[in-house]
């Protein structure tokens, strides 16, 4: 009996521990929490997929030139909690996109706040 139970304490924590570099990829331990960046953009395309949906738009810096960035929201279950589907967003529509933006300096964010199209702001919880 004691070595059944040692044997599945055992596996038990090896199952744990070898598990665990499935979750680092959640969260915003990738970008810079500390500073928010915000950025009027034109999308490209909008992916309402799991884990994280995924929004891509240009931003047309000072000078005219356009920089591809590439955005994060949370789970698509959870932003359809709040409202959303997967026509919320779509090429063309500008949008006004603020976040922490990612530490390796990739025009990449987790947005934090997005106004939508009509300037509205999309809400990101369902509170």
Known sequence: MKGKFLMCLALGIGVSIFSLPLFAHHGTAAYDTKNVVTVKATMTDFRFINPHMQLYFDVKKDKGEVEEWQAELT???KMTRAGWDKHT???GD???ASGYIAKDGAHSMWITKLLGPDGEDLRLRED
Do not use: F, G, V
């Open 75 to 77: 789970a698509p279950n």
């Open 89 to 91: 967003l779509k090429p």
């Open 94 to 96: 500008s949008i006004t």
